[in-house]
């Protein structure tokens, strides 16, 4: 009996395994949460380089309608107030360069 019980254990143990990595490919830039309880691993540069790629794509939309948020967005800075208004208009900033450094 006791081969048995280690092999079903070693079988459960793949197919864990196996649902565990399917998980970890589906995790995506668009997709992944990041919060203060679900850190992105500062270990998972590939992850990291993705996530920044997606923003710079979503900065440089320039159709409003088009722009997607992160969920992460949900919990930094937080969701949009309902009733929200879009609004156009022209915002310059002067930064000096010491403020930069």
Same mark, same amino acid.
């Given at each position: 009996?006791?081969?048995?019980?280690?092999?079903? #254990?070693?079988?459960?143990?793949?197919?864990?395994?196996?649902?565990?990595?399917?998980?970890?490919?589906?995790?995506?830039?668009?997709?992944?949460?990041?919060? +203060?309880?679900? +850190?992105?691993?500062?270990?998972?540069?590939?992850?990291?380089?993705?996530?920044?790629?997606?923003?710079?794509?979503?900065?440089?939309?320039?159709?409003?309608?088009?722009?997607?948020?992160? +969920?992460?967005?949900? #919990? #930094? +800075?937080?969701?949009?107030?309902?009733?929200?208004? #879009?609004?156009?208009?022209?915002?310059?900033?002067?930064?000096?360069?010491?403020?930069?450094?």
């Amino acid at each position: 009996m006791k081969p048995k019980f280690i092999l079903s #254990f070693f079988i459960c143990l793949l197919i864990f395994k196996a649902n565990a990595q399917d998980k970890n490919i589906l995790v995506t830039a668009e997709n992944i949460i990041i919060t +203060p309880q679900n +850190p992105l691993s500062v270990k998972d540069t590939a992850l990291r380089e993705s996530v920044a790629q997606w923003c710079v794509q979503q900065l440089k939309e320039s159709d409003y309608k088009k722009i997607k948020a992160q +969920p992460s967005s949900d #919990f #930094f +800075p937080g969701k949009v107030k309902d009733g929200y208004e #879009f609004t156009t208009g022209l915002l310059k900033l002067h930064i000096k360069r010491s403020e930069l450094l």
